[in-house]
């Protein structure tokens, strides 16, 4: 969702004011990324880069762009829809086609618009299951006039208490199983693991801001508990085998003030705004009877699908903002370090480091380790190395004397304190996934469509098709990930390399895409790239060559892209994992047929972005549904390879 209005009027200098006094090195730089060869030329600054193999990491032949309502893979792959909106998690209410299901039973079901997901194995014998597990499914939107049978009229209590309920997290737990010839992954019904996550449920919040005055409502006097998640979009996974699950455009829930805070007003929450229009039914979403609730969103949320009876937890020492996704691995020293983007146009990409090491031994402790840590923001230096500034309160300007009273303030106002110590205004940074062998970390900037003033990390003005960067922690020659300094670079611009404007052609090596969005890291070190191009894009202008959204493959030796999946009409491709053989990938086709504004018409809930609109995953006609598929190779092998 690229809709948010830009809130980010912090006096940042784009690099453009930065260049002055720039090495002759990265003069030649600037010079590069202006003819859109970027990294595959200078990478690294002359700093080690990966040693391509002498054939490609990619196992599967290309196959084309497509506008069709189907999802399309490469010959000798099978595909299954595995988990849709409304499905029962469990032994439950089943979907009903009209949409006629209640409150309640959607508390049973699939919530909407799946987006990032994780599989967790079972362990036997000390071995991880490739054929069972429990996975987990975020469910980041509700879409009002598909999810009741007369659409967002007549809006009521028990329309509110759906909505809320198709929010959240599922866990499920999953099986693949063999009946004669017919090989599938199914739930396991009944399962003592299935779970509902949604916007009601009780939640704890740890951390330097738990129960300080600005996390207290007229429901929680102690500041220490909270009702729910929502705008669920990706997510991040712990050594611990947690799951973390991330709140990101949390401000469209809010009907603001007419005359907004400079707080409200830097994370978009303003008068007549709130379009799920929660705030008539529930005043918690309503600022002018609950100023506070607001601040107790858009946090990183930990769930333990183990153990169905747990509280989740909001660990406010990660930061509030819109959190795209959480990707956590660890220092070489075992201190815990979480990567996250701020998913909106000029926003700012983020770093924490635990301030204590993970012990394998006990894994249970490991909760603590995001209690208590420093948060740190990036900022990009024109010479292609860059810092990680520290968001900690007494350091860098963040005092009282510019607004801070404390460090829980500096964590509830994040974005205020990364514009007051010269983060890099970013092209709405995205998931970012680390290189299993090599800690090499890439981030997707999406898009920015209003960007004028370009600089190297973001090169390029009226950026609509997005691009990739990367960087390696520390001396840029290691996985020195708590590092407070980085070698950074361009992976690739994307574009389209028949667009008549040479700034919009990009530096593809292999399949034209647009907006990268999801990001994620197979063992074997291949970059899987998920798109999100808009609904009020795609297909259309300049997007018109690049079709349906896709799924891609980079072998980032090389540099070479492959097209592996096409989407249905209108949807997103989200929510990468893998059962541990790499013999399952599971993926997340998301809206689709979204039409133009991200919503469908009450009164024609079935007619899309484009004619026919999409009637995935059915179709038969029926309403579309977000949905959670598996694709395996015939012979089993590695997905991919």
């Given amino acids: 969702m690229d809709d948010d209005p830009v809130s980010n009027d912090s006096p940042n200098p784009h690099f453009e004011q930065l260049l002055t006094a720039l090495a002759p090195h990265a003069q030649i730089r600037r010079r590069l990324l202006q003819l859109g060869l970027g990294s595959v030329v200078l990478p690294f600054l002359g700093l080690p880069a ?37 499905d029962p998690i469990s032994n439950g209410p089943a979907f009903r086609s009209d949409a006629g299901n209640s409150a309640a039973e959607q508390a049973e079901q699939a919530g909407m618009h799946h987006d990032g997901m994780h599989f967790f194995p079972f362990v036997s014998h000390g071995q991880p299951s490739s054929t069972h597990g429990l996975l987990c499914v975020n469910h980041e939107y509700t879409d009002e006039n598909l999810l009741h049978p007369d659409g967002g009229a007549n809006w009521s209590e028990a329309k509110t208490l759906k909505s809320q309920n198709a929010h959240g997290v599922s866990v499920i737990e999953i099986e693949l199983t063999s009946r004669c010839k017919d090989v599938r992954w199914q739930l396991v019904r009944p399962s003592t693991y299935a779970r509902r996550i949604t916007a009601r449920t009780p939640m704890r919040i740890d951390g330097p801001a738990a ?3 600005a996390m207290r409502t007229r429901d929680d006097a102690g500041g220490q508990r909270v009702a729910g998640t929502l705008a669920n979009c990706a997510m991040g996974v712990t050594p611990w085998g947690t799951y973390l699950t991330c709140e990101e455009h949390f401000n469209a829930y809010f009907n603001g003030l007419d005359q907004p805070t400079p707080t409200q007003k830097r994370y978009g929450i303003r008068a007549r705004s709130a379009g799920y229009r929660w705030h008539e039914h529930d005043r918690r979403f309503d600022v002018a009877s609950e100023p506070n609730e607001a601040n107790r969103f858009g946090w990183v949320v930990e769930i333990d699908p183990w153990n169905p009876g747990s509280e989740p937890v909001k660990h406010t020492a990660l930061g509030r903002f819109k959190h795209e996704g959480a990707m956590l691995t660890l220092a070489g020293d075992g201190r815990v370090v979480v990567y996250m983007g701020d998913d909106e146009a000029f926003e700012y990409l983020y770093k924490y480091v635990s301030r204590d090491r993970f012990d394998a031994g006990k894994p249970g402790g490991g909760a603590a380790l995001l209690a208590l840590g420093t948060l740190y923001v990036a900022r990009f230096a024109a010479d292609g190395r860059g810092q990680w500034i520290a968001l900690q309160h007494g350091q860098n300007g963040l005092d009282a004397a510019h607004g801070f009273a404390d460090q829980a303030d500096v964590l509830i106002h994040t974005r205020q304190a990364a514009d007051r110590v010269g983060a890099t205004k970013m092209d709405r940074p995205e998931w970012v996934a680390v290189h299993p062998r090599t800690g090499e970390v890439y981030c997707s900037l999406t898009n920015n469509r209003q960007r004028s003033a370009v600089d190297p990390a973001n090169p390029r003005a009226d950026n609509s098709f997005g691009h990739i960067i990367r960087w390696r922690e520390g001396d840029g020659q290691g996985a020195a990930a708590a590092a407070t300094s980085f070698a950074w670079d361009i992976f690739v611009l994307c574009g389209d390399p028949q667009h008549p404007d040479p700034d919009k052609r990009g530096n593809i090596r292999g399949d034209a895409f647009a907006s990268p969005d999801g990001l994620w890291f197979d063992p074997d070190g291949r970059l899987w790239i998920a798109t999100d191009i808009s609904g009020s894009a795609v297909n259309r202008g300049d997007h018109e060559r690049f079709g349906n959204n896709q799924l891609l493959v980079a072998d980032v030796a090389s540099g070479e892209i492959r097209r592996f999946l096409t989407g249905p009409r209108g949807c997103e491709i989200t929510g990468l994992t893998a059962s541990p053989d790499g013999c399952n990938l599971f993926i997340n086709v998301q809206h689709p047929g979204e039409v133009v504004g991200g919503r469908f018409a ?37 997905v991919g390879c």
């Avoid at 010959?75 to 849709?84: D, G, K, P, R, T």
Wanted: hydrophobic share 45%; charged share 20%; net charge positive.
């Fill in 50 to 86: 990966l040693a391509a193999a002498d054939r490609s990491e990619i196992g599967f032949r290309a196959i084309a762009a497509s506008t069709e309502d189907l999802v399309r893979v490469p010959e000798a792959y099978i595909l299954q829809v595995l988990y849709a909106w409304g």
């Fill in 211 to 213: 129960g300080t005055a």
């Fill in 602 to 638: 009450p009164a024609k809930p079935l007619t899309g972005a484009v004619w026919p609109a999409s009637q995935f995953p059915e179709l038969t006609g029926g309403r579309p549904r977000s949905a959670t598929m598996v694709i395996r190779r015939q012979d089993g092998g590695i």
